[in-house]
């Protein structure tokens, strides 16, 4: 056990990094082996509202590389951790250790390991891993964003909701109907059910716009730091801030889209 | 060029298997290429139907191949090809050069190479090439269905709605109002943008279902017979037989997933 005393943010980062490279590492070869066997699998809040012991195992090895890495910072994960982080202050790493667990259950594809370090409130580093197309998404603070290791390029300030696809959950069309119409004029509708590869998939401008209706800190927060990173505008439908303590609605979109979204599509 | 007698189906089909491996390295090549310079799009019947000069050149290139392999075939394809195929008699070749051209445009994945050969009407052999992932599906009448090679295993028979993610496009949802129902009891949505892979994750058991309102032959004649020999039923959503000669609906699931949509949603 190291007990390091960081004395900046950029030196903690560079620390993070360290460590994912390993835990990253370790994580993908435990999730690979248990393609090949049964999985324990529960259900939480509703019937497709799952957990299985891959969820709960990467976050444990998570809390491990965390505790010996930086003793002192607090964790706030989807499965075990410390649940009710009740303040951002200080040091906060925000995990998601399976994004997409139905997918990973059902279709063994399209899910991603989700973790962000905030410092007093503001986003400094994220990761977004999807694990099966071994596709590593990385933003910094004020130093953009790289996939596999390679600068992301800014995303279009000029293409509108016509020259884009959309990624919508029904739920999200539901509270705000016309949506519909967004979708009708858009390139088209397309759905992948993991938070984190859906704002991904905006960040890399292969979307304009993914709007979600109940998505969970730990869903957005490493997501959001990557896409600001990149230009995208990210903030509740309604358009208000994400308070990182809170669940709730949530759009990331490429900046004319998501002016076009508020003024037109995102109107009670 | 090589005029070859062939003096039965099987035969044709090994040859057939012969001349797809080269063909499809040559495309993959042909498409990775593309990924690198500006691509001449335009738009057919509606703004959102594109076609590229990557559809037009993998089309040419393997009607090319055919006319070497099998110089007596018809084809009928998407792009160019003999459009106006009235008949399925003898041996005839379906083909979409790029299912998912948005997404190819778009996206640079979840597009796929479509080939099926079918034969007084029978569909007798069928490849489905996700080109972004390299995963190549074949079919063949009578014997099963291989991903990569290894033999894809059959399909549940105990497997429901509700235990099951869904694919649908929201003109299917319109046309047959009920489906919202089989979404709501459902594991979820899920929409890819591309048919050919929408079906082979319904083969692949990724899926339980894929109803879609308005496909081309050329959109499901390889997929079909795929799924088919997994175990899965296709179908007009109206139950009825697909007729490869016409466009329709489209409905390819799981054997209990497809009665229960029959039985409960899928009746006006």
């Known amino acids: 056990m190291k007990e390091r005393d960081h004395v900046n943010k950029q030196e903690i980062v560079e620390e993070a990094k360290e460590m994912m490279k390993v835990f990253l590492m370790e994580a ?21 509202d799952l957990v299985t012991e891959v969820d ?4 444990a090895l998570f809390t491990r590389y965390l505790k010996q890495y930086f003793p002192s910072h607090r964790i706030f994960g989807e499965e075990n951790a410390e649940h009710k982080v009740e303040s ?18 059902e279709q063994k594809r399209d899910f ?6 905030y410092m007093d409130g503001i986003g400094e580093y994220g990761i977004v891993y999807d694990v099966e197309k071994d596709d590593l998404y990385v933003g910094e603070k004020g130093k953009g964003a790289t996939l596999n290791g390679r600068e ?10 016509a020259d884009s696809l959309l990624i919508a959950n029904l739920s999200a069309v539901n509270l705000y109907p016309k949506l519909k119409e967004a979708i009708r004029v858009s390139r088209g509708l397309r759905l992948y ?15 304009g716009a993914y709007l979600a209706a109940n998505l969970a800190p730990w869903d957005v ?13 990210v903030s509740r439908l309604s358009g208000e801030e994400i308070d990182m303590l809170e669940k709730g609605t949530s759009v990331v979109a490429l900046p004319k889209v998501y002016q076009e979204l508020q003024n037109l599509y995102l109107k009670k």
Do not use: H
């Open 152 to 161: 992301i390029r800014k995303v279009s300030d000029r293409r509108g909701v």
């Open 221 to 233: 927060a490493a997501s959001k730091i990557i896409a600001e990173e990149l230009g995208c505008i």
């Open 193 to 207: 059910g993991a938070a984190s590869l859906e704002f991904m998939a905006v960040a890399t401008e292969r979307a």
């Open 88 to 105: 951002l202050e200080g040091a906060v790493w925000i995990i998601d250790p399976i994004d997409g667990t139905l997918n990973f259950v």
């Open 112 to 117: 991603a390991i989700s973790i962000a370090l």
């Open 28 to 48: 993908k070869q435990y999730i690979e082996a248990s393609f090949e066997k049964e999985l324990w699998i529960e259900t939480k809040s509703s019937r497709n």
């Open 56 to 59: 709960q195992y990467i976050e």
